[in-house]
């Protein structure tokens, strides 16, 4: 598939391509608030599985309209009075989707805003930078709509804020404003524009070799998964092959003749 085919298939995302190979993907059901209907996850897959081989050198995940995502489409949910088994395979395709994203070596930055709540959470969790502004709040309202969390929240917030958190969220409805959601690992910058820092890291981030990023982007969350042996085996590995490649002798031979920047705390 093309670029032009991908987008040119697209609904309820929008994908706009920068010159320096930075993607934005925006979800773009502003009326629903971006609640993630099974078509929309269908189109993440679509993306995220392509984004690397079609050139992606970082991607923004922003949002149309004043909320992030509001999470699992309920009024679909509702229409469709799902058996287990069929609620079951959609949360495998949420998991293909935000699998994809932690894990298809492509950096990802997400661009929030008002409700990151419920499966909106667990989207934005599965980015690897999360840039909050002062109007972005959390919750997992699962709890008090007799439902549970199937996109990947028990793994991902648990892993960002540790399970006490998590569990508090979902049995008391807490919601953490912009601030102490910071505070707590749910986002990792608070910005007065969260979409043009998000940008900005993005670019930042898009400087890096595609290998080294890879690396990052994927390795390291399969390394979570490992035993501490196993995950430094792996890590040997992965630094053999990144730490000798040759689009890095150029950044090496800059150092040696001290023409490289040097780091500074500013
Ligand atoms: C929706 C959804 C939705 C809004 N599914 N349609 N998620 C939740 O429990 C969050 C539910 N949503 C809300 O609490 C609020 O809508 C918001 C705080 C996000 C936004 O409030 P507001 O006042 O700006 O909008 P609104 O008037 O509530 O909604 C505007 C429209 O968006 C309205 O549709 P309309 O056709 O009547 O105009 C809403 O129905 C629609 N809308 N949120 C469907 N979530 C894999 S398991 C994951 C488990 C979960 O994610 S549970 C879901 C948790």
Same mark, same amino acid.
């Given at each position: ?27 773009? *059901? ?17 993306? %995220?599985? #392509? ?6 050198? @970082?991607?923004?995940? @922003? ?16 229409? @469709?009075? #799902? ?46 930078? #999360? ?16 439902? %549970? ?50 940008? *900005? ?12 990023? %890879? ?33 890095? *002798? ?17």
């Amino acid at each position: 598939m093309t670029l032009d085919q991908l987008i040119a298939g697209l609904a309820n995302l929008t994908l706009q391509v920068e010159d320096d190979g930075v993607w934005i993907v925006t979800l773009n *059901r502003p009326t629903k608030r971006n609640a993630l209907d099974a078509a929309t996850v269908e189109e993440m897959i679509d993306v %995220f599985s #392509r984004a690397r081989i079609l050139g992606a050198r @970082a991607i923004v995940l @922003a949002a149309n309209g004043p909320h992030f995502c509001a999470g699992l489409d309920l009024v679909e949910h509702h229409q @469709a009075d #799902r058996s287990p088994e069929q609620f079951m395979h959609l949360c495998l395709r949420w998991h293909e989707a935000f699998n994809k994203m932690e894990y298809g070596g492509v950096p990802i930055i997400a661009a929030l805003k008002g409700a990151v709540v419920g499966g909106g959470l667990e989207l934005a969790s599965a980015a690897h930078i #999360r840039v909050a502004d002062a109007g972005t709040y959390f919750a997992l309202p699962e709890g008090t709509r007799g439902l %549970f969390t199937g996109g990947g929240a028990t793994i991902r917030v648990a892993d960002l804020i540790g399970k006490a958190r998590m569990i508090d969220m979902m049995l008391t409805g807490r919601v953490y404003k912009a601030e102490e959601g910071v505070t707590v690992g749910l986002a990792q910058y608070l910005a007065e524009d969260s979409l043009e820092m998000a940008m *900005r890291l993005a670019r930042r981030a898009a400087e890096n070799l595609p290998l080294t990023n %890879f690396a990052i982007c994927s390795a390291i969350s399969h390394m979570q998964n490992m035993s501490a042996l196993d995950a430094a085996y792996a890590e040997s590995v992965v630094a053999g092959v990144v730490n000798t490649q040759p689009d890095a *002798r150029s950044r090496l031979a800059a150092f040696a003749g001290k023409t490289a920047a040097r780091v500074r705390p500013d």
